[in-house]
């Protein structure tokens, strides 16, 4: 009887394999060959589920948006349910403060460089713009001073920038999250905010 195989985890194994590659080589590393050696599987398998190699690459970046959307919501569910408090965690758990989050942004930064210089990559926007328009309605739901989606942009910047200074070892982790804290503070502290 033939084994059952699960595709969806298969893909997993294989998108792992290259969030652990562009992590530590580079996504210019990830070539299919080495995309398989990776994942411990052949390249025949890999073409399998990938005919090409932005194929697999726009997998991988939809992969690493529900892994941020994890840690998020993970966080999110840990705390009380106010607009403020939920932006402190969602926006928090995008900051590479552990060895997971770490990997996840590496493999994000690297895919974005790749965008910059190759026209056929997807930049992966819809994940980007999904997250702004929440943190937009969060802000809108707090009832800041100013444009929620400002506001949003603003923030989502500030972690962007931050996700950078702590993989380049500008900041800490920790560091990286009381900044951030002291935003959102600032940002609440204006009047008429929940």
Request: hydrophobic fraction near 45%; proline fraction near 4%.
């Given at each position: 009887?033939?084994?059952?195989?699960?595709?969806?985890?298969?893909?997993?194994?294989?998108?792992?394999?290259?969030?652990?590659?562009?992590?530590?080589?580079?996504?210019?590393?990830?070539?299919?060959?080495?995309?398989?050696?990776?994942?411990?599987?052949?390249?025949?398998?890999?073409?399998?589920?990938?005919?090409?190699?932005?194929?697999?690459?726009?997998?991988?970046?939809?992969?690493?948006?529900?892994?941020?959307?994890?840690?998020?919501?993970?966080?999110?569910?840990?705390?009380?349910?106010?607009?403020?408090?939920?932006?402190?965690?969602?926006?928090?758990?995008?900051?590479?403060?552990?060895?997971?989050?770490?990997?996840?942004?590496?493999?994000?930064?690297?895919?974005?460089?790749?965008?910059?210089?190759?026209?056929?990559?997807?930049?992966?926007?819809?994940?980007?713009?999904?997250?702004?328009?929440?943190?937009a309605e969060r802000f809108?739901?707090?009832?800041?001073?100013?444009?929620?989606?400002?506001?949003?942009?603003?923030?989502?910047?500030?972690?962007?920038?931050?996700?950078?200074?702590?993989l380049a070892g500008q900041?800490?982790?920790?560091?990286?999250?009381?900044?951030?804290?002291?935003?959102?503070?600032?940002?609440?502290?204006?009047?008429?905010?929940?």
């Amino acid at each position: 009887m033939p084994t059952k195989v699960d595709h969806e985890e298969r893909r997993h194994q294989i998108a792992e394999a290259v969030v652990r590659i562009a992590a530590s080589r580079g996504l210019q590393a990830a070539s299919m060959r080495e995309v398989a050696a990776e994942a411990g599987v052949s390249l025949r398998l890999v073409q399998y589920y990938f005919h090409t190699k932005q194929e697999l690459l726009a997998w991988v970046l939809a992969y690493l948006g529900q892994q941020l959307g994890r840690r998020m919501t993970r966080a999110v569910a840990a705390q009380p349910a106010s607009p403020r408090t939920f932006l402190y965690a969602a926006l928090t758990a995008l900051l590479p403060t552990d060895e997971e989050s770490r990997r996840i942004v590496l493999a994000y930064a690297a895919h974005f460089t790749l965008t910059l210089t190759d026209p056929d990559q997807e930049p992966g926007l819809s994940y980007a713009n999904a997250l702004r328009d929440l943190v937009a309605e969060r802000f809108g739901q707090a009832r800041v001073n100013g444009d929620p989606s400002t506001k949003a942009a603003i923030a989502l910047a500030l972690v962007s920038g931050l996700q950078l200074s702590v993989l380049a070892g500008q900041h800490t982790g920790e560091e990286a999250v009381a900044l951030l804290t002291s935003h959102l503070d600032e940002a609440f502290r204006t009047p008429g905010a929940a």
